[in-house]
């Protein structure tokens, strides 16, 4: 019974993740090749610079759409809690693969938190500036002084963005285990209780100090 | 159509082909010469085959009313009362001011998209043109347009076409009273000097040349008379400049952001090769982290008093 894994992820989440993973793949990639001349290359990737012009806040629209699903699903479990803050202190423990004295945490550890709630603010940041930047339909609306604004706050709020996602898709190759909880969605009750202790008492009933388990023996 | 005399070339970041030394040109427009008679207008449609839709008269004499894909030039009309009570009509043929430092190339995504001649002609190059209107944002003037049929930003060309086999721009060909007239930048100048000393002499003390120092002067010049308020003629700008907006979006801040990317990423990797991956023993089982009862598995030999039941156990 200690052996049967936990569902971290159901299916609706997992393929509502993906979804925002692929969108956000392509128009990090479509926005990048706007963002500097060394990177232009990219627009081929999507049928050259007017049709990576003409797609990319599509896909735009269409992440965020799919990323408010996450956060309905999410948001619940991503409020702070009080041993975040000591986790937070205790970070370079955590970068370093130390256990003692980090404390447990709940299905997200504070780091997820604050990507969670940064990547939230990049994408609002993201939607209302590109929507004053689409010219074809609707800069006429605004004024050239908000479209050089959101210019700047569209290209910040991405690089916010695309680091974020690089720390994001680093953790995820750091942190064996949390991979493949977003593909097939189970996690063992060991990653579980390493990584997410509160999370694990919290789905399992068990008690931080449970009575001994040792019936393979 | 091997081009050697560009000296800037939109998203590009290695020198363009500018072998070829050109002089530099300008268009000088004396407003105090100007009937507003609109020959320019229809020149410049005439000579680049566009044919704007018929709009609405406005109640103003500006036809059409604003720039667009296929206007782009036009008067522009304002009557000014000065302090003494005269009514002035100040008239001004907008278009592109061909900038030595120009927001519209600086902004461009698309390598080759806008290029900058070595004569100072600012051409677009619509074959390049992603639509995207970054040269709208970066253009301190308001000049360019994207048209809604092929989605590609126009502006006045200068006529490039014929300044290269020397010829001067329609416009200038057209004008009837002399008010436009095309040179080299430092002739336009010395002319553009004589007709400011006439125009003083004649009661304009404000009167002056129109080259903004904030974009590198320009390759289209005014002759104002009121040279100390631009403002005057249909908004011009007193101190054009691009945005700083622009400048800190196109500036330093991307190649910076670039490294930053790269640099994550990097950082990344080595943390991996560093520290190394964050497993989960495979055949670690839960157990009792602080357990009054010590169980004792006669094929454990490993007994680690910091960790009781951690992940240094080891199973039979």
């Known amino acids: 019974m200690s052996d049967k894994p936990i569902l971290r992820y159901n299916a609706n989440e997992r393929t509502n993740h993906w979804l925002v993973a692929i969108l956000f793949i392509l128009a990090a990639l479509s926005g990048l090749a706007l963002f500097h001349p060394a990177l232009f290359w990219l ?21 965020f759409v799919f990323f408010v699903g996450l956060v309905l699903r999410f948001w619940r479990a991503n409020y702070f809690i009080a041993n975040d803050r000591l986790w937070l202190k205790r970070i370079d423990r955590v970068m370093r693969n130390e256990e003692q004295g980090v404390p447990p945490i709940g299905k997200y550890n504070p780091g997820q938190k604050l990507l969670f709630w940064t990547l939230l603010l990049c994408m609002l940041v993201l939607l209302v500036s590109g929507v004053v930047i689409w010219r074809a339909y609707f800069s006429s609306y605004f004024t050239i002084d908000s479209i050089r604004l959101a210019t700047l706050l569209h290209a910040l709020a991405a690089f916010v963005l695309v680091l974020s996602i690089i720390v994001h898709i680093y953790a995820g190759i750091w942190i064996k285990g949390s991979l493949s909880a977003m593909l097939h969605g189970w996690v063992s009750r060991a990653w579980a209780k390493k990584h997410h ?7 399992t009933g068990d008690k931080p100090a449970e009575p001994p388990i040792n019936k393979k023996g | 159509m091997a081009s050697q005399d560009i000296i800037a070339r939109s998203a590009t970041t290695t020198p363009p082909s500018s072998i070829r030394q050109l002089e530099e040109v300008a268009k000088l427009i004396d407003t105090t010469k100007c009937i507003g008679c609109k020959a320019c207008q229809v020149a410049c449609s005439e000579w680049n085959e566009l044919r704007d839709e018929v709009g609405h008269n406005h109640g103003t004499y500006d036809n059409p009313q604003d720039l667009s894909a296929e206007s782009w030039t036009l008067m522009r009309f304002t009557e000014h009362e000065t302090d003494d009570g005269n009514l002035e009509w100040l008239i001004r043929k907008d278009g592109c001011m061909h900038c030595a430092d120009p927001g519209c190339l600086k902004a461009c995504p698309s390598p080759g998209a806008i290029i900058q001649h070595a004569n100072g002609i600012v051409d677009f190059n619509q074959d390049h043109c992603i639509g995207c209107g970054y040269c709208i944002t970066g253009c301190p003037f308001n000049i360019p347009r994207i048209s809604q049929k092929d989605h590609k930003a126009y502006k006045c060309t200068l006529c490039s076409d014929r300044v290269s086999v020397g010829l001067e721009p329609a416009c200038v060909k057209t004008c009837p009273t002399g008010a436009i007239v095309f040179g080299s930048k430092q ?19 404000n009167a002056g040349l129109y080259d903004p120092d904030g974009v590198g002067g320009t390759h289209v010049m005014y002759v104002l008379h009121h ?90």
């Open chain 1, 197 to 203: 202790e509160l999370w694990y008492r919290q789905v």
């Open chain 1, 43 to 63: 627009s081929h990737l999507f049928g050259g610079g007017p049709w990576t012009r003409i797609l990319h806040p599509f896909m735009g629209v269409l992440m």
């Open chain 2, 187 to 205: 002739d336009m100048k010395e002319h553009a000097a004589e007709r400011i000393v006439d125009l003083k002499s004649r009661g304009f003390d």
């Open chain 2, 227 to 316: 040279a100390d308020t631009p403002r005057l003629y249909a908004g011009l700008p007193d101190q054009p400049v691009i945005s700083p907006l622009v400048g800190l979006w196109k500036g330093v801040s991307k190649p910076l952001a670039l490294l930053a990317m790269g640099a994550a990423v990097l950082a990344g990797f080595f943390h991996y090769v560093r520290i190394g991956p964050q497993r989960v023993e495979e055949d670690e089982h839960p157990s009792p982290p602080d357990s009054s009862v010590q169980v004792v598995d006669p094929a454990v030999h490993v007994y680690d008093p910091n960790q009781p039941g951690g992940q240094g156990e080891q199973r039979p």
